[in-house]
């Protein structure tokens, strides 16, 4: 017998912002640690997968998900104070976009740049979410996380976290084996604006607060970045592809306006978006999908259309990059 909180034969496909059609056997979205730790029980009961699914802004779902689809809920959240910093403790169900504008509106410093990431704050250490010259791993201190095969709590520093460009631990060896619960990330009250990315510091004022900083990030994003309410997408398809420094050297040589930036450990980092474009590939259409008319690096859905269709069209745009540039592009969107 399934639990009375378990839905049956959900359709998620409101669910993710690409709006993939799909439906979930059993899908459930504990609020509570205790709950959490009963359901993942009772799913080993029933001999059920699980599969987690925050807002859904990153994934790529299939039709059909068998097994139980977890939505963590947890969405407390409080300020600790420490004297010139303050530690953020936030559930995992708590939007990201409101934390950022909750921690704005009290004038605190840290994740300003980080607003209008949609998705929830559970998922945020997934992919080290990053914008705007700042990334998650800045701020972030722990991670409080329960595994999934007995239920039992831990924590992890943000060294263990393992965080890269769009990568940590919980894409390599705790993929599938921890559901991340809480987030605890450092604040701080004194004045630290990041403004070297893009024309942020030409949209502000001398002496910005923190909200001024978000506002004009929203203002950038909203123009540049289609809104998934209006038409449907997961942000960047393709993850910013990293080269060696001597291939970066010779594509510099035959196209010397190449966005690219030199990263610490050697490699260079590429803009996919500025790739697939000089493919002439901005605004094309793939059935059901096409590329963003403004901004090549995200793919949009027009309706009507599948996960198989999604990945052909990706594959096609992924070759053709690869034929012009020799670079690979990868897909940053998470198959469920
Ligand atoms: C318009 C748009 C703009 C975007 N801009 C950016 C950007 O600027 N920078 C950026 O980094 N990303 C960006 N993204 C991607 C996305 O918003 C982030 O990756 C976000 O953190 C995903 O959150 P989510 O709750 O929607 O995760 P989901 O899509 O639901 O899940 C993503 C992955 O995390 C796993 N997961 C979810 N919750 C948990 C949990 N509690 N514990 C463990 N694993 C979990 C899922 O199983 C899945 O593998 C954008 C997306 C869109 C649609």
Redesign the pocket.
């Known amino acids: 017998m399934k639990p009375c909180d378990w839905l049956s034969e959900v359709d998620l496909s409101l669910a993710?912002?690409?709006q993939l059609p799909a439906r979930a056997a059993y899908f459930c979205a504990p609020a509570t640690l205790n709950s959490l730790q009963d359901c993942l029980r009772q799913a080993h009961q029933e001999a059920l997968a699980i599969?987690?699914?925050?807002?859904?802004?990153?994934?790529l779902l299939p039709e059909y998900l068998e097994g139980l689809v977890v939505?963590?809920a947890l969405k407390q959240w409080w300020l600790e104070d420490q004297g010139d910093t303050l530690l953020a403790h936030v559930g995992?169900?708590v939007n990201?976009h409101s934390l950022v504008m909750a921690t704005v509106e009290k004038g605190l410093w840290g994740i300003e740049n980080?607003a209008?990431?949609?998705?929830?704050?559970?998922?945020?250490?997934?992919?080290?979410?990053?914008?705007?010259g700042v990334?998650?791993a800045d701020v972030l201190e722990a991670v409080q996380?329960m595994h999934l095969a007995d239920g039992h709590l831990a924590w992890l520093t943000a060294k263990e976290c393992a965080f890269g460009y769009?990568e940590s631990i919980?894409?390599a060896e705790l993929l599938g084996k921890?559901?991340?619960?809480r987030l605890v990330l450092r604040l701080k009250r004194h004045a630290a604006p990041v403004l070297g990315y893009g024309d942020l510091a030409q949209r502000l004022g001398e002496n910005p607060s923190s909200l001024d900083v978000a506002d004009a990030v929203c203002q950038v994003?909203s123009e540049k970045?289609?809104?998934?309410a209006q038409l449907a997408?997961?942000?960047?398809f393709f993850k910013k592809p990293l080269v060696s420094a001597e291939q970066a050297k010779t594509l510099l040589e035959a196209y010397p306006a190449m966005p690219h930036f030199a990263q610490q450990n050697g490699t260079v980092k590429l803009a996919a978006g500025w790739l697939i474009d000089q493919c002439g590939l901005k605004g094309a259409r793939f059935g059901a999908f096409g590329v963003h008319h403004r901004q090549a690096l995200?793919l949009v859905h027009f309706g009507g259309g599948n996960r198989p269709e999604l990945l052909a069209a990706a594959e096609q745009i992924a070759a053709e990059v690869k034929a012009r540039f020799g670079v690979l592009l990868e897909i940053?969107?998470?198959l469920?």
């Open positions: 993710n912002t690409l599969q987690l699914l925050g807002g859904g802004s990153n994934v939505h963590p995992a169900g990201w980080l209008l990431i949609p998705g929830d704050c559970g998922a945020a250490p997934v992919q080290n979410i990053g914008a705007y990334e998650l996380v769009r919980f894409k921890v559901v991340i619960t994003r970045l289609p809104d998934p997408n997961a942000g960047s995200v940053e969107p998470r469920l």
